[in-house]
């Protein structure tokens, strides 16, 4: 280390000093005097680029309210004439959630006009740099073609790398493996022997004392752990479309066990049914966990997504057909194969493999997934859901296929979800959004062909059913990998902002575990927050009063992060196999709408169901007026 110098006394200044300061005086005032005429100048400037921006946005919103206003389905909402600054917000909120899909549509069909000749001079280049030296040299004027080229680019640096074989496990030794205090709790939240009170099984690995090499005591929450309420509630029965799609929901977010925002392991939902035919199988895959560009632990991420856009076999399908016959479902029996996003084009994929190994893969459901481009066998029916405004579905920039009249009929829906304005366009690309519209096609089919699909998807649906969820990870101790590579939010006032309420909540009579947690559901501008508790009883959580204590913190909460919503599932100790979940979201006027749901499965007590839920348990919408959670902390109308 330098040496320091020494403190010295102030003896005042001499004839230089003083010299030195009036010449700086002299220099300094003009100089500052100029630097204030440019400041001013460019402020000048930059209120005349403000005054023009706002001009070109009031007559934007004129045109777009024009627009809407000639059309008769006005949407993604009714747009009020932009004579306010509300009025303007909404006008162009709307042109940005319709501008958005378009583009990104618009771009992928014109990839290859648009990025060839980009990637012809980074082939050229390799020729001297053997670097940048990645095929397709000179073919690449086709989508497919031009991700092949990044992909292989990404390679030689390091990034999209997904050579790897996959291990496969049940998802319970994987956390009893990785995290084994989730597994203790989750055993003793399914044993009706456990007693009251959780106690840590004596000799249970610490994963963290292990890492650090020191002798930890225990912990002093152990029920705080983050992930152990999300984990406890695994569904044990999928009954209709729109459950198939609340499962998507709750696999992907179990891909992240320990709620970090890191994808851990992919998973793989089989369940296993026995229809008065024979056995039947539903198999169902994860959406992507990870947009980090080098390939973690977990193979749903961004590299199995640009490997299956170039026409190549990532790890996730090879692991998701391993996975089915490790299951041991035997030729001849019936498959269908869901997923959403990523989730639906490996499971495409995964339906053309399958057929190839002798399996008999009949029905493919899929949401917000792109298929244009993947080939799917004519003998497997095929329905697929795509809301309008969804950007996912319009990725590749070719629309699905379409069979009507011969054969097996490829169906797809195209939706207009309802809407408020101010949100963020990933809450198109949401499980549970896809889950609300898969309702709405089930309570009214907008085709007798769809209807009919759906009489066939009811065999699935209705027999006795046994879930097993498979965990899949690459080999080769792969790390793994955050959510996103950059973030851009204050993640210490976040963390505060969770940690907090998760506390708060845990201290409510009843509580036993509380998550409170980003569910980003495959997408990853997509922000809900959810609550999952664990509860002694269920009947305290079925009071108004109650419940709109938690909403109010709650959406305190996501007003902060600009989220779109809410959801919260309840699961009582006492009273097991029903699980109650609600969201909540804010409509285009202001008010609130409460979606409720109930889950009844083969450990429910008939009695219990009849005492609880007295005028039965069919999914109700509830319409709240828009103070009704007051006060909560609303940035968006603060403004």
Same mark, same amino acid.
């Given at each position: 280390?330098?040496?320091?110098p020494?403190?010295?006394?102030?003896?005042?200044?001499?004839?230089?000093?003083?010299?030195a300061?009036?010449?700086?005086?002299?220099?300094g005032?003009?100089v500052?005097?100029?630097? !204030?005429?440019l400041?001013?100048v460019?402020? *000048?400037?930059a /209120?005349v680029? +403000? &005054? @023009? $921006?706002? %001009? #070109? =946005?009031?007559v934007?919103a004129?045109?777009?309210?024009?627009?809407?206003?000639?059309?008769?389905?006005?949407?993604?909402?009714?747009?009020?004439?932009?004579?306010?600054?509300?009025?303007?917000?909404?006008?162009?909120?709307?042109?940005?959630?319709?501008?958005?899909?378009?583009?990104? !549509?618009?771009?992928?069909r014109?990839?290859? *006009?648009?990025? /060839?000749?980009? +990637? &012809? @001079? $980074?082939? %050229? #280049? =390799?020729?001297?740099?053997p670097?940048?030296?990645?095929?397709?040299?000179?073919?690449?004027?086709?989508?497919p073609?031009?991700?092949?080229?990044v992909?292989?680019?990404g390679?030689?640096?390091?990034?999209?790398?997904?050579?790897?074989?996959?291990?496969?496990?049940?998802?319970?030794?994987?956390l009893?493996?990785?995290?084994?205090?989730?597994?203790?709790?989750?055993?003793?939240?399914?044993?009706?022997?456990g =007693?009251?009170?959780?106690?840590p099984?004596?000799?249970l690995?610490?994963?963290?004392?292990?890492?650090?090499?020191?002798?930890?005591?225990?912990?002093?929450?152990?029920?705080?752990?983050?992930?152990?309420?999300?984990?406890?509630?695994?569904?044990?029965?999928?009954?209709?479309?729109?459950?198939?799609?609340?499962?998507?929901?709750?696999i992907d977010?179990?891909?992240?066990?320990?709620?970090?925002?890191?994808?851990?392991?992919?998973?793989?939902?089989?369940?296993?049914?026995?229809?008065?035919?024979?056995?039947?199988?539903?198999?169902?895959?994860?959406?992507?966990?990870?947009?980090?560009?080098?390939?973690?632990?977990a193979?749903?991420?961004?590299?199995?997504?640009?490997?299956?856009?170039?026409?190549?076999?990532?790890?996730v399908?090879?692991?998701?057909?391993?996975?089915?016959?490790?299951?041991?479902i035997?030729p001849?029996?019936?498959?269908?194969?869901?997923?959403?996003?990523?989730?639906?084009?490996?499971?495409?994929?995964?339906?053309?493999a399958?057929?190839?190994?002798g399996?008999?893969?009949?029905?493919?459901?899929?949401?917000?997934?792109?298929?244009?481009?993947?080939?799917?066998?004519?003998?497997?029916?095929?329905?697929?859901?795509?809301?309008?405004?969804d950007?996912?579905?319009r990725?590749?920039g070719?629309?699905?296929?379409?069979?009507l009249?011969?054969?097996t009929?490829?169906?797809t829906?195209?939706?207009?979800?309802?809407?408020?304005?101010?949100?963020?366009?990933?809450?198109?690309?949401?499980?549970?959004?896809?889950?609300?519209t898969a309702?709405?096609?089930?309570?009214?089919?907008?085709?007798?062909?769809?209807?009919?699909?759906l009489?066939?998807?009811?065999?699935?649906?209705?027999?006795?059913?046994?879930?097993n969820?498979?965990a899949?990870?690459?080999?080769g101790?792969?790390?793994?990998?955050?959510?996103?590579?950059?973030?851009?939010?204050?993640?210490?006032?976040?963390g505060?902002?969770?940690?907090?309420?998760?506390?708060?909540?845990?201290?409510?009579?009843?509580?036993?575990?509380v998550?409170?947690?980003?569910?980003?559901s495959g997408?990853?501008?997509?922000?809900v927050?959810?609550a999952?508790?664990?509860?002694r009883?269920?009947?305290?959580?079925?009071?108004?009063?109650?419940?709109?204590?938690?909403?109010?913190?709650l959406l305190?909460?996501?007003a902060?992060?600009?989220?779109?919503?809410?959801?919260?599932?309840?699961?009582a100790?006492?009273?097991?196999?029903?699980?109650?979940?609600?969201t909540v979201?804010?409509?285009?006027?202001?008010?609130?709408?409460?979606?409720i749901?109930?889950?009844?499965?083969?450990r429910?007590?008939?009695?219990?169901v009849?005492?609880?839920?007295?005028?039965?348990t069919?999914?109700?919408?509830?319409?709240?007026a828009?103070?009704?959670?007051?006060?909560?902390?609303?940035?968006?109308r603060?403004?």
């Amino acid at each position: 280390m330098p040496p320091q110098p020494s403190p010295q006394l102030w003896r005042g200044r001499n004839g230089a000093t003083r010299a030195a300061l009036i010449l700086g005086l002299i220099v300094g005032i003009p100089v500052a005097f100029a630097l !204030g005429l440019l400041l001013l100048v460019v402020g *000048l400037a930059a /209120a005349v680029v +403000a &005054l @023009l $921006v706002w %001009l #070109i =946005g009031l007559v934007v919103a004129w045109v777009w309210f024009a627009i809407q206003s000639r059309k008769r389905i006005p949407y993604p909402f009714e747009t009020p004439p932009p004579s306010t600054r509300r009025g303007r917000r909404i006008a162009l909120s709307g042109l940005y959630l319709s501008l958005v899909p378009r583009t990104v !549509g618009a771009v992928a069909r014109g990839a290859a *006009l648009l990025f /060839a000749p980009l +990637a &012809l @001079l $980074v082939s %050229l #280049i =390799g020729v001297f740099l053997p670097r940048w030296r990645a095929r397709p040299f000179v073919a690449v004027f086709t989508l497919p073609a031009i991700l092949r080229k990044v992909v292989r680019l990404g390679r030689r640096r390091g990034l999209l790398r997904d050579g790897h074989d996959a291990l496969l496990l049940e998802y319970d030794d994987f956390l009893a493996r990785a995290f084994p205090q989730i597994r203790d709790v989750l055993d003793w939240w399914n044993d009706p022997r456990g =007693g009251d009170d959780y106690v840590p099984t004596p000799g249970l690995a610490d994963v963290p004392g292990g890492l650090l090499g020191l002798p930890l005591g225990p912990s002093p929450d152990p029920l705080g752990q983050p992930g152990i309420a999300a984990g406890a509630m695994r569904r044990r029965s999928i009954r209709s479309l729109r459950e198939l799609l609340l499962s998507q929901r709750e696999i992907d977010d179990l891909c992240d066990p320990d709620l970090d925002d890191r994808a851990d392991v992919g998973l793989v939902r089989v369940v296993e049914m026995d229809a008065p035919g024979g056995r039947c199988w539903m198999v169902q895959f994860a959406s992507t966990k990870s947009w980090h560009p080098r390939a973690g632990a977990a193979p749903n991420d961004i590299t199995a997504d640009l490997l299956i856009g170039a026409g190549a076999e990532p790890t996730v399908t090879r692991a998701a057909l391993e996975t089915m016959l490790a299951a041991r479902i035997a030729p001849g029996e019936p498959v269908l194969l869901a997923g959403f996003s990523l989730g639906g084009m490996v499971a495409a994929q995964v339906a053309t493999a399958a057929v190839g190994a002798g399996l008999t893969v009949t029905h493919l459901v899929v949401a917000g997934s792109p298929l244009g481009r993947i080939t799917v066998p004519d003998a497997v029916t095929v329905l697929a859901l795509e809301h309008v405004l969804d950007p996912v579905p319009r990725i590749e920039g070719r629309e699905n296929p379409v069979r009507l009249e011969s054969g097996t009929p490829f169906l797809t829906v195209k939706a207009r979800p309802p809407l408020s304005h101010g949100f963020r366009i990933g809450s198109l690309h949401q499980s549970t959004a896809y889950a609300d519209t898969a309702g709405a096609v089930e309570a009214d089919p907008p085709d007798p062909r769809v209807a009919a699909v759906l009489a066939e998807l009811g065999v699935f649906f209705e027999a006795p059913q046994r879930i097993n969820d498979h965990a899949t990870v690459r080999a080769g101790g792969l790390p793994p990998r955050p959510s996103v590579p950059l973030y851009l939010h204050s993640t210490v006032e976040e963390g505060i902002t969770r940690g907090t309420l998760r506390q708060t909540v845990r201290r409510l009579a009843g509580v036993i575990a509380v998550d409170v947690y980003q569910s980003r559901s495959g997408f990853a501008t997509t922000i809900v927050w959810n609550a999952d508790m664990l509860v002694r009883e269920l009947d305290p959580w079925l009071i108004d009063a109650g419940r709109t204590a938690v909403y109010r913190g709650l959406l305190s909460l996501l007003a902060r992060r600009r989220a779109v919503g809410i959801h919260l599932r309840l699961q009582a100790r006492a009273t097991p196999g029903i699980t109650w979940e609600s969201t909540v979201q804010r409509l285009s006027d202001g008010r609130w709408r409460e979606t409720i749901d109930v889950t009844v499965d083969d450990r429910a007590d008939p009695a219990d169901v009849a005492r609880l839920f007295p005028a039965g348990t069919a999914p109700v919408v509830i319409v709240h007026a828009p103070d009704a959670f007051d006060p909560v902390l609303d940035v968006a109308r603060q403004r």
